[in-house]
T-cell receptor, first 110, second 114 residues
Framework: KQEVTQIPAALSVPEGENLVLNCSFTDSAIYNLQWFRQDPGKGLTSLLLIQSSQREQTSGRLNASLDKSSGRSTLYIAASQPGDSATYLC?????????FGQGTELSVKP | EPEVTQTPSHQVTQMGQEVILRCVPISNHLYFYWYRQILGQKVEFLVSFYNNEISEKSEIFDDQFSVERPDGSNFTLKIRSTKLEDSAMYFCAGTGTKGTDTQYFGPGTRLTVL
């Protein structure tokens, strides 16, 4: 059974810092991995999709990496802004369904 | 940009009552999913649906749950007899291709069972 762990559970940084969010998963038989953003009480906004055959994917200030064999993905956020404050979820896809981690709650202070 | 929509945004019901949660997926999507998130917990997979049939369901998705695509556009999740522990945020999602494409999520329905 796929288990997804995200570290740290919470992170508070001053504006402008670069930061890394970590995700690990126990079963490497995945189709792809998505990173999502969730604002309090809201839905899930897809940030990046990285295919199992890819090592990296970039969108603006976000860069996701994937090491499928070791069961790890990282989300790098450059030059963080207060508007980046949210919970970030990683979700590897198995058989089409997404298996979610608990998330990292990010707070960016002005 | 096309969006997934869900209604209602918030549903309050009495224990034992039936509820129907509705979703309108993006029009060219073929694979559909329901997930739920109990307050403070992980998002959990409930069921996947393709070609008017359930593809996969989790152990949460017992006989009290059912899914339908009644008219080719709407996609519904029915809970026949709600329990207190069904209180959660319910999300529908869709994708064009199983496993390789981005899953797009709706804004969710908050279900409160009293």
């Amino acid at each position: 059974k796929q288990e997804v762990t995200q570290i740290p559970a919470a992170l508070s940084v001053p504006e402008g810092e670069n930061l890394v969010l970590n995700c690990s998963f126990t079963d490497s038989a995945i189709y792809n991995l998505q990173w999502f953003r969730q604002d309090p009480g809201k839905g899930l906004t897809s940030l990046l999709l990285i295919q199992s055959s890819q090592r990296e994917q970039t969108s603006g200030r976000l860069n996701a990496s994937l090491d499928k064999s070791s069961g790890r993905s990282t989300l790098y956020i450059a030059a963080s802004q207060p508007g980046d404050s949210a919970t970030y979820l990683c979700a590897p896809s198995q058989g089409g369904k997404l298996i979610f981690g608990q998330g990292t709650e990010l707070s960016v202070k002005p | 940009e096309p969006e997934v929509t869900q209604t209602p945004s918030h549903q309050v019901t009495q224990m034992g009552q039936e509820v129907i949660l509705r979703c309108v997926p993006i029009s060219n999507h073929l694979y559909f999913y329901w997930y739920r998130q109990i307050l403070g917990q992980k998002v959990e997979f409930l069921v996947s649906f393709y070609n008017n049939e359930i593809s996969e369901k989790s152990e949460i998705f017992d006989d009290q749950f059912s899914v339908e695509r009644p008219d080719g556009s709407n996609f519904t999740l029915k809970i026949r007899s709600t329990k207190l522990e069904d209180s959660a945020m319910y999300f529908c999602a869709g994708t064009g291709t199983k496993g390789t494409d981005t899953q797009y999520f709706g804004p969710g329905t908050r279900l409160t069972v009293l």
